[in-house]
Structures are given as C-alpha cells and as structure tokens.
C-alpha cells in the first residue's frame, strides 16, 4: 500500500530505452490510456517507437510520439508494460494503469493505492 498526499496525483516510477525517472502523475479516470509526459520530455526519450493518432476533447485530431516502456506506481511491486506518449504540457496517470490496483480517493486529502 502506497499512499500520496499530493491529490490527485500518485508517483510513478517510469522507464523507456535509457530514460528512467519518477514522476508525479495527475489521475485522470476518464483517460483510458497509460500514461502521457509532456512534449517536453521528447529529447530525454530520443526516437520515438512509433506514433500514434489522438482524439482530443475538443473534437481534433493529433499525432504524437509514442514509446514502449513500463511503469510502476513507486513503492508498489507491479511493474507493468506500458504505451508512453509524449503529448501536451502535463502528466496524466490514465486507467490502463490504474485499474489493476484498488484505489481510493480520500475526501480530496490523499490518494491511497493497493496492489
């Protein structure tokens, strides 16, 4: 059991080719994907694995960077294999992820996570 103060957002300990580094990823239960960096992180990656075509909210369309890796949320044993795509300017934890562990949302306080 992990527990993060930092609501809504939970560690995450995230590895692709060379790059290896933690995190703080934003929830987001209704994005159904694994896990998006920033833009900003595409120098740190290097060459993408392949692309891939998003929908966004407001109806368009967008290609973005994508990479094979794996993610854990830190301090928990599972380790899973993950699609990572660099898009946007935030951090988003999605429920390809999330969904394999029990996790609750304390009162807007703390986030809580069971494997």
Do not use: K, N
């Not at 896990?35 to 993408?48: D, M």
């Not at 891939?52 to 949320?73: H, M, N, P």
């Amino acid at each position: 059991m992990i527990e993060s103060r930092e609501y809504p957002f939970l560690p995450v300990t995230v590895e692709a080719h060379h790059f290896q580094q933690e995190v703080l990823a934003f929830v987001d239960t209704g994005f159904d994907g694994f896990l998006i960096l920033p833009e900003t992180y595409l120098p740190q990656l290097g060459a993408s694995d392949f692309v891939g075509r998003w929908s966004l909210a407001d109806g368009s369309v967008v290609e973005a960077a994508e990479f094979r890796g794996t993610l854990a949320i830190t301090g928990l044993q599972a380790v899973i294999q993950a699609r990572i795509t660099c898009l946007g300017t935030e951090i988003i934890l999605g429920r390809a992820v999330v969904d394999r562990f029990a996790i609750t949302f304390d009162h807007g306080r703390r986030i809580i996570a069971v494997e």
